[in-house]
């Protein structure tokens, strides 16, 4: 088999969407897969509409998502020079032309096909062979075009969706240059593709009807073209084409949320990506596993439920260490100074089967590194005459408990029989005396992660002692 060289093409006039960051996912997993090349390419050659932020929106994606490219970025506005070295080359040899149509004359060509009934094209006027002894129009600067082949048809094996072909009488002859010399996307893709020799185009299906115009270019450059994998559209929950309207779908939108990069790769691997019923997976997992017959035809779904699910279930297999390492950033975002408190790591040990993201796991953190506010209705309900002494006990034998957290269950539970009381009529209290709230993982371990001193100091202000 060739060398795999598989590219991701953007184009940098938005954030990158989820759809998008799919797509780069599957380009860069079929590279890796075959120990192949992932290259990145800008195509930001809309002026207008592209914007530097939304090219480092990108590269912050990539970053993000870890999808390293092994050459690259290159910018097609960079490459201007190369492009028109190809379009002279081209109407040298006759494989492109001079179209000298005016608007006008193009809008009425138009009007009069659609009254007829006709799809409308261009109907070749200013092709080569129909303009001998003509004289180009003074005052019109031409586009030009590729001379499109007008017999047969053009078709490929997509990787995706299987045989897929067009009739070349069904495809006008492209503009490759506008009036204003700038080059036409279909026309630098292909430039492009052969020069970095690309031998999987993996893409969104938007652009099937482009892959048949985009071959024939390549035949007629004397190249092959590569092989084409045409991936369906991303779909929100309700089934419409993913959309603003559904929420966050910028992808750094995601890291703001608080999931974990392997995770969203392992979600957007599976729309419309499937290995057996492997629904968690690493990146190496993926890796060792991508392939193009895994990609389902049809459209799939997004599915927030799944991505909070797939969230959590990553956060439950990392390593303590590298889960606290990740907690870290969102702790301090959440305005939480963990400097000098118990380590996240171990934090996030505590918290992690409790909450599905990075964000909800740094809000629910807090009470680690700061003493509680606790509200003095909700003490009062839980502290009574019944069990005030058992905690009051707690706190003294507290100052020289061995410190481990079955060492402070035991005392727990036998402050509570000492007073003829059920276990939680002790633990409860002393949840919201240490965190201020009810809700809290096993409240020996609590305890034993805060420490000696915010225990006992947290008690004493609650119970007012001292
Ligand atoms: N720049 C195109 C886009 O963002 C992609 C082109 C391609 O992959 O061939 O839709």
């Not at 799809?119 to 019109?140: F, H, L, Q, V």
């Not at 799944?306 to 975002?333: C, D, F, I, S, T």
């Not at 481990?404 to 002393?430: D, F, Q």
Request: glycine letters at 8%.
């Amino acid at each position: 088999m060739t060398q795999v060289r598989t590219r991701f093409a953007p184009s940098p006039t938005g954030y990158l969407h989820l759809g998008g960051a799919r797509t780069a996912l599957f380009a860069w997993a079929y590279a890796r897969h075959h120990g192949g090349t992932f290259i990145l390419r800008i195509e930001d050659t809309d002026v207008a509409r592209s914007t530097p932020a939304a090219v480092q929106a990108i590269l912050d994606a990539m970053a993000w998502l870890q999808l390293d490219c092994d050459e690259g970025p290159f910018y097609q506005m960079q490459r201007m020079d190369r492009y028109r070295e190809v379009i002279a080359d081209m109407l040298a040899r006759g494989l492109a032309y001079r179209d000298y149509m005016s608007p006008a004359e193009l809008d009425a060509l138009r009007a009069q096909q659609m009254a007829c009934g006709e799809k409308p094209r261009y109907d070749g006027r200013w092709r080569p062979e129909n303009t001998a002894g003509m004289t180009p129009p003074p005052g019109i600067l031409p586009v030009i075009r590729f001379r499109n082949p007008d017999a047969g048809t053009v078709g490929w094996d997509d990787g995706v969706k299987g045989r897929i072909e067009f009739a070349n009488a069904e495809l006008d002859d492209l503009v490759i240059a506008r009036s204003d010399g700038t080059p036409t996307y279909n026309f630098c893709a292909v430039v492009d593709d052969r020069d970095m020799r690309i031998s999987h185009v993996i893409r969104g299906d938007d652009h099937v009807n482009n892959t048949p115009r985009q071959i024939n270019i390549f035949r007629a450059l004397g190249a092959e073209p590569p092989h084409y994998a045409h991936v369906p559209t991303v779909l929100g929950e309700d089934g419409a084409k993913l959309s603003k309207r559904h929420g966050a779908v910028g992808v750094m939108d995601y890291e703001a949320a608080g999931y974990l990069p392997d995770a969203m790769v392992n979600f957007l691997a599976r729309i419309g990506w499937a290995h057996g019923d492997d629904e968690i997976f690493t990146r190496a997992q993926l890796v060792e596993w991508f392939d193009l017959a895994g990609i389902s035809a049809a459209p799939s779904r997004f599915n927030a439920g799944k991505l909070n699910w797939v969230n959590q279930e990553h956060m439950k297999r990392l390593p303590e260490a590298e889960l606290g390492a990740h907690l870290r950033p969102y702790l301090e975002r959440a305005g939480v100074d963990s400097i000098g408190g118990p380590d996240p790591g171990a934090v996030a040990a505590l918290l992690r089967d409790r909450t599905e993201t990075l964000v909800a796991m740094a809000d629910a953190a807090w009470y680690f590194y700061a003493p509680p506010q606790v509200p003095a209705d909700k003490l009062d309900e839980q502290v009574d005459a019944a069990n005030r002494g058992a905690l009051v006990e707690l706190h003294a034998e507290f100052a020289t408990l061995e410190w481990t957290r079955e060492a402070l269950a035991v005392a727990m539970k036998s402050a509570a029989a000492r007073h003829g009381l059920k276990p939680p009529k002790v633990m409860m209290p002393m949840r919201l005396l240490v965190a201020g709230t009810p809700s809290t993982p096993a409240i020996d371990a609590v305890l034993a992660l805060l420490g000696r001193e915010a225990v006992r100091s947290r008690m004493a202000a609650g119970l007012a002692l001292e």
